[in-house]
């Protein structure tokens, strides 16, 4: 059984995108990224602060935007606005979830999809559909894509098992699991899905995106399968300074050992996910280069 080592895989990731940011400065462009965030779930300030960290390690110039918890819809929307027409800003995040009184899909509609490096806006969904490499991929998705491939995992023609449908991991995910390059056959579970465990049983590869903590348990699991946990879960741990400890949707050790490779909560998704966060934010300083140099 081989732990898919999501810190090292992305720590080589991180390092081809110090030297792209160099590059980029060479021609006289910082990346810039922009991360709002509104209200006070700790685990979003956590991952905020962890992007932000990335950015200062890379040399890429970061802002970021706290808002108190009563903010209005038409506030945020105005910092937004504010962003998209911010040339030092080359990507924007709104990190989720925001308050309930805010309508996170309008604001994503208002990000410019040029600017849009988490990949949510309807036109680089489309683009993600079309296969066209012009758009933003969604980071988490993207990032298992890649601890997939940089582990030497075969994907095409294997069946993969996708639990979840959400627009943030679940649907990206299987869209990128049947494109070309991955060419896997694709089952999308989620919590309507009859014989859940059964259907998982006939997957090669299985990526549960849940966030149910330890829901996938050993007999949802084919002997010698890949396992890419995505869920992060937060479990009261009372022996820990912070309170809690951090579980997947993986019950990781009756699972592990059936496994022909898994990857462990934390350290396997969550760093990949900032990684490709720093790569989409990268591209967008790129063609909106391009983009001023071909004009
Ligand atoms: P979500 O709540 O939007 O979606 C959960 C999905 O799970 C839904 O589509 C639902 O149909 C499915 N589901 C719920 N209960 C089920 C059940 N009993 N059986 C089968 N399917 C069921 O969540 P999300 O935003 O997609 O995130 C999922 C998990 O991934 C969470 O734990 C989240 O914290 C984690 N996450 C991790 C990263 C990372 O960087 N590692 C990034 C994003 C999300």
Known sequence: MTILNGKE???????????????????????GLAVVIVGKDPASHVYVGSKVKTCADLGIYSRRIE??????????LEVVAGLNADPSIHGILVQSPPPPHINEEEIIRLIDPDKDVDGFHPVNVGKLVMEDDSGFVPCTPQGCIQLLERAGIETSGANAVVIGRSMIVGK?????????GINATVTVAHSRTKELAKVCREADILIPAIGKPEFVTA?????????????????????R?????????????????????????PGGVGPMTIAMLMSNTIKAARSSMDQAEGG
């Open 9 to 31: 895989i992305a720590a080589d990731a991180l390092a081809g995108c110090r030297e792209q940011v160099q590059g980029l400065e060479a021609r006289g462009v910082t990346p």
């Open 172 to 180: 990206p995910m299987a869209l990128l699991l049947m494109g070309r």
């Open 219 to 239: 007999d949802f699991v084919k002997e010698g399968a890949v396992v890419i946990d995505v869920g992060i879960n937060r479990l009261e741990d009372s022996s």
């Open 67 to 76: 808002l108190p918890e009563e903010t209005s819809q038409k506030e945020v």
């Open 241 to 265: 300074k912070s309170g809690y400890r951090l579980v997947g949707d993986v019950a990781y050790e009756e699972v592990a050992p059936k496994c022909r490779a898994i990857t462990p909560v």
